[in-house]
């Protein structure tokens, strides 16, 4: 079985910092594409931000500069610095990653449960 599990999310005042962390644990044979996604109340998930095994993260306009997402592929584990923060980026957190668990197997799309964030004025 292959688990994500997030960390690091929380309250904070506008203008503040937060760092999200993503680890992937469990029968891991490789993984391809790894990205943040949040859901605020009432809205559709959206993407935040996305990474490939040995590429460059691609961001969504509302929190280019803002945002920062890194990868150890070492550690199966991704980040996501959250720098400047407004209350629009109120919302659930939650990491993807398309896992292979076997060299003969598919990628499948593995979801972690999400972690709050929220930003006051």
């Known amino acids: 079985q292959v688990q994500l599990v997030e960390s690091g999310g929380g309250l904070v005042q506008a203008g503040g910092s937060l760092r999200l962390s993503c680890a992937a644990s469990?029968?891991?044979?490789?993984?391809?594409?790894m990205g943040w996604y949040r859901q605020a109340p009432g809205k559709q998930r959206e993407l935040v931000a996305h990474?490939?095994?040995?590429?460059?993260?691609n961001y969504a306009d509302s929190v280019k500069g803002r945002f920062t997402l890194s990868r150890d592929n070492a550690k199966n584990t991704m980040y996501l610095q959250m720098n400047n923060l407004k209350p629009e980026d109120t919302a659930v957190y939650y990491c993807?990653?398309?896992?292979?668990?076997?060299?003969?197997?598919?990628?499948?799309?593995?979801w972690g449960q999400g972690t709050q964030v929220t930003v006051s004025s």
């Open positions: 993807k990653a398309d896992i292979r668990t076997h060299w003969a197997q598919p990628l499948y799309d593995y």
């Open positions: 469990g029968s891991i044979f490789s993984i391809n594409t």
């Open positions: 990474v490939t095994s040995g590429g460059f993260p």
